[in-house]
């Protein structure tokens, strides 16, 4: 496997060997501090980022390798009218591997076809994340031991959010994952991901408006923040924003091991009073996220 593109490209196998590769790296970090030497990861983000970003270049220095790229697409010759493809064939002759986040669906994959390096997958519009579904994996791994005979509730905007969308994809591999998808009316999950994912695999899922009759059901709550950008009107968004807000007294019904993850930015719908609740782990799942990525870029470069 060449490009991180969507995360069916892996295999339940390679995502495992992930993950190990990802636990070793914490344990043992100081095998790794050589293991890039000399090469060099493009971030090319189109689209405003700090996590995905940061961690991706964190990662590669860490492997001891060293970082270029752009973080908005205003300072790329895009701002000129250049094309993806044109753009990537030209960092393809700077760097040896390039991570892409784009307002456009697709346009990693584009960029995949002309690049001459592996490409991963940052972000693309409202479609799909897989490194942070890697790191959400990692995560629920660490946390909970396992990925099957979970109930995972997602809740918020599942309608633009792409880490719900990836993460369902990769979820729907693993025996007896439930599905509870809690969000408002015009934020339900896309009808594609539910027949092509959910449906064709027999999944079970439920969908609700109401969060508190639901979470003491839950081993995993994936919270999100609704997505203001993918928006077409302001009204729409003012409306929908505050939809739910996680809070202590919410989560008095839970199950005492339920681990809370977001993939963050937090914009309201996690009161930060459940920050210092033991279950609230997204701070941990951020670092996580620069583990899997180590992972994922040894992988990518085929460095042993
Ligand atoms: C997410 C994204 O960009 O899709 N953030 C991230 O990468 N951790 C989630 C979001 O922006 O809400």
């Known amino acids: ?25 914490i344990a043992h970090p100081e095998t790794y501090r050589e293991k890039c030497r000399y090469k060099k990861l493009a ?10 970003r940061l961690s991706f270049e964190a990662a590669m220095y860490e492997l001891g390798g060293q970082v270029i790229g752009f973080s908005e697409a205003a300072s ?24 892409m986040r784009h307002p456009k669906e697709g346009a990693p994959l584009v960029a995949s076809m002309a690049a001459t390096v592996p490409v991963i997958n940052a972000g693309d519009g409202g479609h799909n994340h897989p490194t942070q579904t890697l790191t959400d ?14 109930t995972v509730g997602f809740c918020g905007d599942l309608k633009f959010g792409r880490t719900v969308h990836s993460l369902i994809a990769a979820l729907s591999r693993y025996d007896n994952v439930k599905f509870v998808l809690v969000s408002p009316e015009e934020l339900k999950l896309p009808s594609y991901i539910k027949k092509e994912i959910l449906q064709a695999k027999h999944m079970q899922y439920v969908q609700t408006t109401d969060l508190e009759s639901v979470i003491p059901e ?8 609704v997505q203001r950008e993918r928006f077409f009107n302001e009204e729409d968004y003012l409306r929908l924003k505050d939809s739910y807000i996680l809070t202590p007294d919410k989560l008095a019904g839970a199950k005492k091991d339920m681990a809370i993850l977001h ?11 459940v920050d210092s609740d033991p279950r609230a782990v997204y701070f941990k799942q951020v670092l996580n996220g620069k583990f899997i990525r180590m992972a994922l870029i040894l992988k990518l470069l085929e460095v042993e």
């Open 263 to 273: 993939p963050l930015p937090r914009v309201n719908e996690i009161s930060t009073t």
């Open 218 to 225: 839950l081993d995993i709550l994936y919270m999100t923040r």
């Open 137 to 150: 994996l990692l995560t629920i791994v660490r946390e909970k031991g396992r990925l099957d005979n979970l």
């Open 76 to 99: 790329s010759s895009a701002a000129k009218g250049e094309s993806v493809a044109d753009t990537v064939r030209t960092v393809s002759c700077y760097a040896d591997i390039i991570a």
């Open 1 to 25: 496997m060449k490009n991180l593109i969507d995360i069916r490209d892996l295999s339940t196998e390679e995502i495992r060997q992930l993950i190990e590769k990802a636990n070793d790296i």
């Open 43 to 52: 971030t090319l983000f189109f689209e405003p980022s700090t996590r995905t």
